[in-house]
């Protein structure tokens, strides 16, 4: 089993503050992607990194792809309480195989 | 443009009970998977299916749980004789391809007393 660890595992910080969650695996991926769930809903997809080194923005959010691949890591500049939730990672190839996740609370 | 659907949201079932749970794709995706979050395991995949296919069962339990997509209507994800342990979100996903892109329905949470 290609193991996925997230870290850190929970988080709560205050409205504002800027945070970086990880992705680290043993193995090399062919690509990740990155999922936000809130609570009583499903995964949604945030972003897709492919080429090692690569570094994608989605407004407040810097996803990095290390340049191994084999580990990644999601900025979050100035959070909002909307920030909330289970961010998961995971390996892609016919089926997912997700990381045992980091679930960030965002407090006013 | 609809989303995956999956219904019911909320499913109760006693012990020794069966569990139909039913997930109907995005319009134009032919490719269904199935996964499951337990509450200390994370979201892990179960199975990979294509209309009237079975492509990838390798994380099915052996017993009690099947799968499939029909030609037509929704793809069923079936627990037979269900045991407190089967209590989880199940969450149906589907792609038009083979390929990374997954769009995850809202999930059924299955609760078994």
């Known amino acids: 089993t290609q193991l996925l660890e997230q870290s850190p595992q929970f988080l709560s910080i205050q409205e504002g503050e800027n945070l970086t969650v990880y992705c680290n695996s043993s193995s090399v991926f062919s690509s990740l992607q990155w999922y936000r769930q809130e609570p009583g809903e499903g995964p949604v997809l945030l972003v897709t990194v492919v080429t090692g080194g690569e570094v994608k923005k989605l407004k407040r959010l810097t996803f990095q792809f290390g340049d191994a691949r084999k580990d990644s890591s999601l900025h979050i500049t100035a959070a909002q309480p909307g920030d909330t939730g289970l961010y998961l990672c995971a390996r892609t190839a016919s089926k997912l195989t997700f990381g045992t996740g980091t679930r960030l609370q965002v407090t006013l | 443009n609809a989303g995956v659907m999956q219904n019911p949201r909320h499913l109760v079932r006693r012990r020794g009970q069966e569990a139909r749970l039913r997930c109907s794709p995005m319009k134009g995706h032919s490719h269904v998977y199935w996964y499951r979050q337990l509450p200390e395991e994370g979201l892990k995949f179960m199975v990979y299916?294509?209309?009237?296919?079975?492509?990838?069962e390798s994380g099915m339990p052996k017993e009690r749980f099947s799968a499939e997509f029909p030609k037509e209507g929704p793809s069923i994800l079936r627990i037979q004789q269900v045991v407190r342990g089967d209590s989880a979100a199940y969450f149906c996903?589907?792609?038009?391809?083979?390929?990374?892109?997954?769009?995850f329905g809202p999930g059924t949470r299955l609760t078994v007393t």
């Open positions: 299916l294509q209309k009237e296919n079975i492509i990838d």
């Open positions: 996903a589907s792609s038009p391809t083979q390929i990374y892109e997954q769009y």
